[in-house]
């Protein structure tokens, strides 16, 4: 500053004025550098004034845009743009394109700091035009890179580069390593902001390289800044990449959960559609089910008031021709009556109440019998019958009457829906197990067959076969499902194979119990135990019944036939007899002929217990005496109910003879006269026994010609009585009667009646009527 004023004190010739513009103008420059601001104005309007004078119309310019950038850097951007217009005014005189371009790139410096920077990127531009065309490098760098500035200003990355690079190769080419240095550090951030970290890197590296004054730690700072940006953006692309795997899920679950929704919907619309239409099904079965049963019942008395007429026609009607009618009114009462009870079984199970029956018995003899029953109606149908019931002797629990449904409708089904002509069959195998016996029944047919879609639903209650209905085939669809729940409840299964036309085969496997074996039987018998005998040659069902009766608390004697039955007799008499017909050594008819005509035995009541089956058997059974005829396979609880029914009778005899024996309406002897044979003998010999006091119990066995010991026993089972006790009972009571008829005084009468002493002739008379024979009422 003081050379340029020892400069100004040197110019005082008027033709100076050009050096004095020009020192001016650098001192108000160096006022400008030093930011005293005013000065410089002052001084820069000195230079003005003498430059517009001397019409140096190049360094008016120069001194304006000097000017108009001071007050750009103290934001006064009006006067700034003042001093601009004047250089515009005077470019577009002098047409000098320097300034032009000098105008244009101030110009837009000035709008850009002011922020108009749509105006400032036009001044660039034309800035650039200029200064290409001039080929001033320096310059051109200045314009694009103002305008790569705004463009990143716009964070229009792209073109800002494309500015950027224009300005890089302008530096590259006029050298200055400043500026290729910025330029480079500019372009790294640009790249860095379009994330393309590769060319980041390089520009970066390039600036460091180049730019002596950035530091170690700037650049540091610079790479960590970057680097930061660089995780940044990795971040932000993992977390898109996640945000748009979570999008994806996000999409697949709600995909997932609505089809989930729909499923839901579909199947439970479809459910309650199938419950519906189910409950609907049910009921209606429900309802024609009580419908059929309540008419079953209503049905079945008079069903059998048919069916017991027809019987006693046929048993009196010799015509064969009405014969022949009245066979075909009894199948059909049979069917209706098998029917009815179809029906009655079905309401059963329907109500829980169906019970297994367990009979013990030959389930293959009862097999055998059974399926005879169907050889009639086979034959007139013309069908070839198979039967291959494998021969099996060992007795089982089973149910006779769920047996009896399970076959008796497979093979009616099977002559049913089998044309004339055809075939049909049973085969029944076994295979005995310790405790079971394990049996499969095949019923076959060479008949009309069922579809394969029908196999299943067969066994619905009332389900019957389009093809078979329309074919105009009779029947109401219970049978199936009726066997299908009997063999539910034996715990077996029931399957169908079947071809349209070419037959069918039912299969039942289900397994039977074996009777349990009598072991544990070694209770000590009591006085008041009743004795049975058990007369029976299977040794199965003597055992089992030995169980049955021991665990009733009775006393079970056996034999395996009528001989060894009736030499137990002469050492034992049981209260009850329950005996089987068909036996070797002498069958239960022989037997029961043999007691009763002893008058040792007559009086035990027998039951039969018998596969026989046939009225003439059961007949003839009671007709030689028996009290009650059970017939094979029986039910256990039948036979027990029958043995108390039985000692019921007993001891209401006994009971009935005691009330007898003490009736004082009547005289003793009719008293006596009312009961059994063996009874009143003994009674008359008593009698005429009275006054002997001799007469003891082996007397009286003697006179009644018996051993003294089945004597006994005799007496007892008919009269509760001992014999010992029956004699003074007798003495006492005709005691009595004389005492009342006075036919003497105490002493006489005690000794008529074989009392040999008074005193005890009084006790024995008060323990038996409660009062002394002095306190007689009515004496
Ligand atoms: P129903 O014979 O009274 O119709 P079922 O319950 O016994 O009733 O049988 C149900 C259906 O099964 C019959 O209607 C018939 O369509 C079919 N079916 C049963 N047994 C046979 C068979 N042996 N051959 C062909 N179809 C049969």
Same mark, same amino acid.
């Given at each position: 500053?003081?050379?340029?004023?020892?400069?100004?004190?040197?110019?005082?010739?008027?033709?100076?004025?050009?050096?004095?513009?020009?020192?001016?103008?650098?001192?108000?420059?160096?006022?400008?550098?030093?930011?005293?601001?005013?000065?410089?104005?002052? $001084?820069?309007?000195?230079?003005?004034?003498?430059?517009?004078?001397?019409?140096?119309?190049?360094?008016?310019?120069?001194?304006?845009?000097?000017?108009?950038?001071?007050?750009?850097?103290?934001?006064?951007?009006?006067?700034?743009?003042?001093?601009?217009?004047?250089?515009?005014?005077?470019?577009?005189?002098?047409?000098?394109?320097?300034?032009?371009?000098?105008?244009?790139?101030?110009?837009?410096?000035?709008?850009?700091?002011?922020?108009?920077?749509?105006?400032?990127?036009?001044?660039?531009?034309?800035?650039?035009?200029?200064?290409?065309?001039?080929?001033?490098?320096?310059?051109?760098?200045?314009?694009?890179?103002?305008?790569?500035?705004?463009?990143?200003?716009?964070?229009?990355?792209?073109?800002?580069?494309?500015?950027?690079?224009?300005?890089?190769?302008?530096?590259?080419?006029?050298?200055?390593?400043?500026?290729?240095?910025?330029?480079?550090?500019?372009?790294?951030?640009?790249?860095?902001?379009?994330?393309?970290?590769?060319?980041?890197?390089?520009?970066?590296?390039?600036?460091?390289?180049?730019?002596?004054?950035?530091?170690?730690?700037?650049?540091?700072?610079?790479?960590?800044?970057?680097?930061?940006?660089?995780?940044?953006?990795?971040?932000?692309?993992?977390?898109?990449?996640?945000?748009?795997?979570?999008?994806?899920?996000?999409?697949?679950?709600?995909?997932?959960?609505?089809?989930?929704?729909?499923?839901?919907?579909?199947?439970?619309?479809?459910?309650?559609?199938?419950?519906?239409?189910?409950?609907?099904?049910?009921?209606?079965?429900?309802?024609?089910?009580?419908?059929?049963?309540?008419?079953?019942?209503?049905?079945?008395?008079?069903?059998?008031?048919?069916?017991?007429?027809?019987?006693?026609?046929?048993?009196?009607?010799?015509?064969?021709?009405?014969?022949?009618?009245?066979?075909?009114?009894?199948?059909?009462?049979?069917?209706?009556?098998?029917?009815?009870?179809?029906?009655?079984?079905?309401?059963?199970?329907?109500?829980?109440?169906?019970?297994?029956?367990?009979?013990?018995?030959?389930?293959?003899?009862?097999?055998?019998?059974?399926?005879?029953? $169907?050889?009639?109606?086979?034959?007139?149908?013309?069908?070839?019958?198979?039967?291959?019931?494998?021969?099996?002797?060992?007795?089982?629990?089973?149910?006779?009457?769920?047996?009896?449904?399970?076959?008796?409708?497979?093979?009616?089904?099977?002559?049913?829906?089998?044309?004339?002509?055809?075939?049909?069959?049973?085969?029944?195998?076994?295979?005995?197990?310790?405790?079971?016996?394990?049996?499969?029944?095949?019923?076959?047919?060479?008949?009309?067959?069922?579809?394969?879609?029908?196999?299943?639903?067969?066994?619905?209650?009332?389900?019957?076969?389009?093809?078979?209905?329309?074919?105009?085939?009779?029947?109401?669809?219970?049978?199936?499902?009726?066997?299908?729940?009997?063999?539910?409840?034996?715990?077996?299964?029931?399957?169908?194979?079947?071809?349209?036309?070419?037959?069918?085969?039912?299969?039942?496997?289900?397994?039977?119990?074996?009777?349990?074996?009598?072991?544990?039987?070694?209770?000590?018998?009591?006085?008041?135990?009743?004795?049975?005998?058990?007369?029976?040659?299977?040794?199965?069902?003597?055992?089992?019944?030995?169980?049955?009766?021991?665990?009733?608390?009775?006393?079970?004697?056996?034999?395996?036939?009528?001989?060894?039955?009736?030499?137990?007799?002469?050492?034992?008499?049981?209260?009850?007899?329950?005996?089987?017909?068909?036996?070797?050594?002498?069958?239960?008819?022989?037997?029961?002929?043999?007691?009763?005509?002893?008058?040792?035995?007559?009086?035990?009541?027998?039951?039969?217990?018998?596969?026989?089956?046939?009225?003439?058997?059961?007949?003839?059974?009671?007709?030689?005496?028996?009290?009650?005829?059970?017939?094979?396979?029986?039910?256990?609880?039948?036979?027990?109910?029958?043995?108390?029914?039985?000692?019921?009778?007993?001891?209401?005899?006994?009971?009935?003879?005691?009330?007898?024996?003490?009736?004082?309406?009547?005289?003793?002897?009719?008293?006596?006269?009312?009961?059994?044979?063996?009874?009143?003998?003994? $009674?008359?010999?008593?009698?005429?026994?009275?006054?002997?006091?001799?007469?003891?119990?082996?007397?009286?066995?003697?006179?009644?010609?018996?051993?003294?010991?089945?004597?006994?026993?005799?007496?007892?089972?008919?009269?509760?009585?001992?014999?010992?006790?029956?004699?003074?009972?007798?003495?006492?009571?005709?005691?009595?009667?004389?005492?009342?008829?006075?036919?003497?005084?105490?002493?006489?009468?005690?000794?008529?009646?074989?009392?040999?002493?008074?005193?005890?002739?009084?006790?024995?008379?008060?323990?038996?009527?409660?009062?002394?024979?002095?306190?007689?009422?009515?004496?």
């Amino acid at each position: 500053m003081s050379l340029y004023f020892n400069a100004l004190q040197l110019c005082k010739a008027p033709d100076d004025n050009k050096q004095i513009a020009y020192l001016y103008g650098e001192i108000g420059y160096a006022y400008l550098s030093q930011e005293h601001f005013a000065e410089a104005e002052n $001084y820069y309007n000195k230079a003005l004034v003498l430059l517009r004078q001397l019409k140096q119309n190049k360094d008016v310019c120069n001194t304006l845009i000097n000017l108009s950038a001071m007050c750009r850097q103290q934001k006064k951007y009006t006067s700034a743009l003042t001093a601009l217009n004047e250089v515009n005014e005077i470019f577009q005189v002098t047409h000098d394109t320097a300034i032009e371009g000098y105008y244009y790139l101030n110009k837009g410096v000035v709008l850009e700091t002011m922020g108009n920077i749509d105006s400032a990127a036009y001044c660039y531009r034309k800035a650039y035009d200029i200064w290409k065309l001039l080929g001033k490098e320096s310059e051109v760098y200045k314009a694009t890179f103002n305008l790569g500035y705004i463009a990143e200003e716009k964070k229009d990355y792209n073109e800002a580069l494309r500015y950027y690079h224009l300005s890089e190769a302008a530096a590259r080419k006029y050298g200055s390593t400043k500026e290729i240095a910025h330029v480079c550090g500019t372009m790294a951030e640009a790249y860095a902001a379009i994330n393309d970290f590769k060319n980041a890197y390089t520009y970066l590296y390039e600036y460091a390289t180049l730019n002596d004054s950035l530091s170690k730690s700037d650049f540091n700072s610079y790479v960590v800044k970057l680097d930061k940006q660089f995780e940044n953006e990795k971040n932000r692309e993992t977390i898109q990449a996640q945000e748009l795997k979570l999008q994806k899920q996000r999409g697949t679950i709600l995909f997932v959960i609505i089809v989930l929704i729909v499923v839901i919907f579909a199947t439970v619309a479809i459910f309650s559609y199938l419950t519906f239409n189910n409950r609907i099904k049910k009921k209606v079965d429900e309802a024609k089910t009580r419908f059929f049963s309540n008419v079953a019942h209503e049905i079945r008395t008079p069903l059998s008031m048919i069916q017991g007429p027809i019987n006693v026609l046929q048993s009196k009607i010799d015509d064969p021709a009405l014969v022949h009618q009245l066979s075909i009114a009894e199948r059909n009462t049979q069917r209706l009556n098998d029917l009815i009870n179809q029906m009655l079984a079905i309401s059963k199970v329907d109500a829980a109440k169906y019970q297994l029956n367990e009979h013990i018995g030959n389930p293959i003899d009862f097999i055998n019998e059974l399926v005879l029953l $169907y050889d009639a109606q086979a034959k007139e149908k013309h069908l070839a019958f198979s039967k291959q019931v494998e021969h099996y002797t060992q007795n089982t629990l089973f149910d006779s009457d769920a047996l009896e449904k399970i076959i008796g409708n497979l093979v009616g089904n099977a002559i049913k829906y089998t044309p004339q002509g055809g075939a049909i069959g049973i085969e029944v195998s076994s295979e005995a197990y310790d405790e079971a016996t394990g049996f499969i029944i095949n019923v076959w047919d060479t008949g009309i067959g069922i579809a394969k879609k029908e196999h299943t639903q067969i066994f619905e209650r009332f389900y019957r076969s389009e093809e078979h209905k329309e074919a105009g085939i009779k029947g109401i669809g219970i049978g199936l499902s009726l066997i299908k729940e009997l063999v539910e409840l034996m715990n077996g299964t029931i399957e169908v194979e079947s071809e349209p036309g070419k037959g069918s085969v039912f299969t039942v496997k289900f397994s039977l119990k074996h009777p349990q074996k009598a072991t544990a039987v070694t209770k000590e018998t009591t006085e008041d135990q009743n004795t049975i005998l058990l007369v029976e040659d299977d040794p199965d069902i003597l055992n089992f019944n030995k169980l049955l009766l021991a665990e009733r608390g009775f006393n079970v004697i056996t034999a395996v036939n009528g001989n060894e039955a009736l030499a137990i007799f002469a050492k034992q008499l049981p209260d009850l007899v329950i005996t089987d017909l068909m036996m070797p050594d002498k069958g239960g008819i022989g037997l029961i002929k043999g007691m009763k005509s002893n008058p040792l035995t007559d009086h035990i009541p027998v039951i039969i217990l018998s596969a026989k089956t046939s009225a003439e058997s059961k007949t003839e059974g009671v007709v030689e005496g028996a009290q009650v005829y059970l017939s094979k396979p029986y039910h256990p609880e039948q036979l027990v109910a029958l043995v108390n029914n039985q000692l019921q009778v007993i001891h209401k005899q006994i009971a009935h003879f005691r009330q007898q024996a003490g009736n004082e309406q009547k005289t003793i002897e009719e008293r006596f006269s009312g009961t059994d044979p063996f009874t009143q003998k003994c $009674y008359t010999i008593i009698h005429e026994h009275l006054d002997d006091a001799q007469l003891s119990v082996e007397m009286l066995a003697e006179l009644m010609n018996i051993n003294r010991s089945h004597f006994q026993r005799k007496i007892k089972a008919l009269t509760g009585y001992s014999p010992s006790e029956l004699i003074r009972i007798i003495r006492l009571e005709n005691a009595k009667e004389m005492l009342l008829k006075k036919a003497g005084n105490i002493t006489e009468i005690a000794y008529l009646t074989g009392f040999t002493s008074q005193s005890y002739f009084t006790k024995c008379f008060s323990d038996h009527f409660g009062y002394p024979p002095s306190q007689l009422p009515g004496k």
